[in-house]
């Protein structure tokens, strides 16, 4: 088994930056890739970024391509989502992910998952 720990998360004014954190522990050579997903109150589980442990290859959803920067410490086994230019819509848990599968951005295609950690953005 992989088991994930998130953190980072917090209470930010709207056009600020967090930086979260993903400590990944156990079987981490099962994980060909990494992944952020996010969700709001009342609203489905999206995903956010993704980047494949060995050579580094990113995903990012449109909403927020260009704003947030997902990046790896191999070393350290653990993944990082930079976020900056917040905005209210970006509130939600984000949740860190393992994947067997390069690219997805599909939640039942990640086995492993993180307990989440809550992003606030204030208007």
């Known amino acids: 088994q992989v088991q994930l720990v998130e953190s980072g998360g917090g209470l930010v004014q709207a056009g600020g930056s967090l930086r979260l954190s993903c400590a990944a522990s156990?079987?981490?050579?099962?994980?060909?890739?990494m992944g952020w997903f996010r969700q709001a109150p009342g609203k489905r589980r999206e995903f956010v970024a993704a980047i494949t442990w060995s050579g580094g290859r990113t995903y990012y959803s449109d909403s927020v391509k260009g704003r947030f920067t997902i990046s790896t410490d191999n070393a350290k086994n653990t993944v990082y989502l930079q976020l900056k230019s917040l905005e209210p819509e970006d509130t939600a848990v984000y949740y860190c992910?393992?994947?067997?599968?390069?690219?997805?951005?599909?939640?039942?295609?990640?086995?492993?998952w993180g307990q989440g950690t809550q992003v606030t953005v204030s208007s």
């Open positions: 156990g079987r981490t050579f099962s994980s060909v890739a």
């Open positions: 992910a393992s994947t067997y599968r390069e690219g997805s951005r599909l939640y039942y295609e990640y086995d492993y």
